[in-house]
């Protein structure tokens, strides 16, 4: 396959090793539907729908035209005092989706932002309500909420904190993370194991002082670290923790929003309600950057008062609420409740995890976890080698079965789209085995 790109070097890759990718590079030109294109026109079938982010499938014909319209209507409008007519169209929308209650939404431009902006609320929330000595932050292992300083901070992946770990915002702490796997190893769905890991929790509040805690931040099911379903019970308790403490829960749901678990939002599958929601990826199908905090009507409701004429929140962002991205939100909103999205997605989920469960037996894997359309294979690293056998499973996928898998180290990880067609998927899982059967 052609690299497509005469000076590549000039590109800096995000989450990439650069020197071992520039050596072979693996460029993608287009794609539609389930597929991707190389620039000599080789199909790739995309087993991780973008990065999590493109559900519906790519260059949904829906949202391409809603943004081709939008772009030569409205270009751009500044949203500091003035808005666009597609921002406040499609907050609107967004609210009516979302968990009973949480009725306010704010958009940002990406999962990172929209973490760091529900940050500063929650912060922002208690100042205003008299308690500013609410200034903790709590995080948990293995989370991963972005990359600016706040998600990063509240975050868990050791290499990602690792080399800017002496300017990490001050006031953090974490809670453990949940995967065990002697006792969970293999589970089907939520794990039956670890409620009670939730009063770790706890434990923060007796050492720091509950009153002095502004918020908990969680993914309902962490999806970069390698996929790792909620044990039952364990958010329930949470919630349970924060109510007795007056502290404010935060899912952030990235991953998890717009129909990865088969539910508009994952707090509606998992039963548990937060007070923040961080969302992005599925709002525009990864169309258009874009992301939202949905908040709580009394969040919103203690920033609002004092003058009228003086602003609330000292917060936001150029492109907050960008009218082209807001179509594009629009459309993507549309387009599952037209053709039944949320339903296909909860109706392929057991096929799903029957064909990530085919692997338990295989002599790499050591656990296979899944929850909605959410899935993970973990293998065994290569003695002194940790990651080696992940990376050359996604790159023998993409060169030799045309197949495009994301791995974190020696977890392959699995995110199809919403809408995939059963066959597609069973043809993928056939690869990866052979894949799997061909390395060390």
Not at 26 to 55: C, E, M, N, P, Q
Not at 66 to 74: C, H, I, N, R, S
Not at 77 to 95: G, P
Not at 388 to 393: L, S, V, W
């Amino acid at each position: 396959m052609s690299s497509a790109a005469s000076n590549i070097d000039a590109y800096w890759m995000p989450f990439t090793a650069n020197r071992d990718f520039k050596a072979k590079p693996r460029v993608i030109t287009g794609a539609s539907g389930h597929y991707y294109t190389t620039a000599d026109g080789t199909k790739l079938y995309d087993l991780f729908s973008g990065l999590w982010t493109s559900g519906l499938g790519h260059c949904h014909r829906k949202i391409v035209a809603a943004v081709q319209k939008q772009v030569a209507e409205l270009d751009y409008c500044m949203s500091f005092q003035v808005t666009n007519n597609k921002a406040i169209e499609l907050a609107d929308r967004v609210v009516a989706m979302a968990p009973e209650g949480l009725d306010h939404c704010f958009f940002t431009n990406s999962g990172s932002e929209s973490v760091d902006t529900a940050l500063k609320i929650a912060l922002g929330y208690h100042r205003a309500r008299g308690e500013g000595h609410r200034t903790r932050l709590i995080g948990r292992e293995r989370g991963y909420h972005g990359v600016n300083f706040g998600g990063m901070s509240v975050g868990g992946i050791v290499p990602n904190r690792v080399a800017f770990s002496a300017n990490l915002i001050p006031g953090v702490d974490h809670i453990g993370h949940t995967q065990d796997l002697g006792r969970n190893a293999f589970s089907r769905g939520l794990p039956e194991h670890g409620a009670e890991l939730a009063n770790d929790l706890q434990r923060l509040c007796d050492l720091h002082g509950g009153s002095n805690i502004a918020a908990v931040i969680v993914e309902p099911v962490a999806g970069s670290t390698g996929v790792l379903p909620p044990p039952v019970g364990y958010l329930e308790r949470l919630r349970e923790i924060c109510d007795a403490h007056g502290i404010l829960l935060i899912f952030d749901e990235v991953i998890t929003a717009f129909g990865r678990l088969g539910t508009p939002f994952g707090a509606d599958r998992l039963g548990v309600t937060p007070d923040i929601i961080t969302a992005a990826k599925g709002l525009t199908n990864g169309v258009i950057p874009m992301g939202a905090v949905i908040v709580r009507d009394s969040i919103y409701d203690a920033f609002m008062q004092g003058p009228a004429n003086m602003i609330e929140l000292f917060h936001g962002y150029t492109y907050s609420g960008h009218p082209v991205a807001a179509a594009a939100g629009l459309a993507t909103l549309d387009v599952y409740d037209e053709e039944g999205t949320f339903e296909q997605a909860a109706a392929l989920e057991q096929h799903f995890e029957d064909l990530l469960h085919s692997f338990a037996d295989h002599k790499h894997v050591v656990d296979v976890r899944n929850f909605g359309l959410m899935g993970a294979i973990e293998m065994a690293p290569r003695d002194g080698a940790p990651g080696a056998r992940g990376g050359e499973t996604h790159k023998k996928c993409f060169w030799e079965e045309q197949l495009v898998v994301r791995n974190g180290m020696d977890t392959l990880q699995f995110s199809p789209f919403l809408n995939s067609n059963p066959d597609e998927m069973e043809q993928a899982f056939a690869a990866i085995r052979r894949v799997l059967d061909s390395i060390d």
